[in-house]
């Protein structure tokens, strides 16, 4: 079993659809928990950073975590062309091993 | 403005041969990471630094050798022993925690 599981879609919304993408993991011990945007063939960018359980909400954005279920989840309201990307699951427990998901491919169209 | 700068964005390998892909950072980041990304998997580890003159094997390490001889440098080379190492490479750094800052990537590719 991986560490960390996401579904790699690919995914395609309507613009201005809600978007929900997630992840599982397996190890206990993951206390950090973010989200990468990565557009084709460029470098992933930090989306959101949340520690613990909990939600953060910036913009368009709501990044939830349940450490009860070993589940985070990525929202995104009111979806744009230019969400279409691969979104990164990142986690970790020690700065120097974060594990990331395998990415989920998402297409917005207009 | 602060980065990490990769170079080449391209490179081709030749059977047998030695490459090096270049990483730079200007955001006096202590610790910088070499990622490989393939299709349909996860980032994964090869090597880490967090000081000058020291570094780490990660996750996949074998065929590949790094060096940390500066703090803005972090340079990755590619060595024949690695027999698969067509793959899109990332050089990532922080200045102490999980926020990953990445470079814009070297696509290597085998002749």
């Known amino acids: 079993q991986k560490e960390v599981e996401q579904d790699p879609g690919p995914l395609s919304v309507p613009e201005g659809a809600i978007v929900s993408l997630n992840c599982t993991y397996s190890n206990s011990a993951f206390q950090y928990f973010m989200w990468y945007r990565q557009y084709s063939r460029k470098g992933p960018e930090l989306l959101m950073y949340t520690y613990s359980s909990g939600n953060k909400e910036d913009g368009r954005f709501t990044a939830q975590v349940d450490k009860s279920s070993k589940y985070i989840s990525l929202f995104i309201r009111d979806s744009q062309p230019s969400d279409s990307a691969t979104y990164l699951c990142a986690m970790s427990g020690d700065p120097r091993w974060v594990r990331f998901g395998a990415g989920t491919r998402l297409t917005v169209k207009p | 403005d602060g980065g990490i700068t990769q170079s080449p964005k391209y490179l081709f390998r030749k059977e047998g041969q030695n490459v090096t892909l270049s990483c730079e950072q200007n955001l006096n980041h202590d610790a910088m990471y070499w990622y490989r990304q393939d299709p349909g998997q996860g980032l994964r580890l090869i090597y880490y630094?967090?000081?000058?003159?020291?570094?780490q094997k990660g996750d996949i390490a074998e065929g590949y050798s790094v060096s940390r001889e500066k703090k803005e440098s972090f340079p990755l080379t590619v060595t024949s022993a690695q027999k698969n190492p067509t793959a899109f490479y990332l050089c990532a750094s922080t200045g102490g925690g999980e926020k990953l800052f990445f470079g814009s990537g070297t696509q290597l590719s085998v002749l």
């Open positions: 630094s967090q000081i000058v003159n020291d570094f």
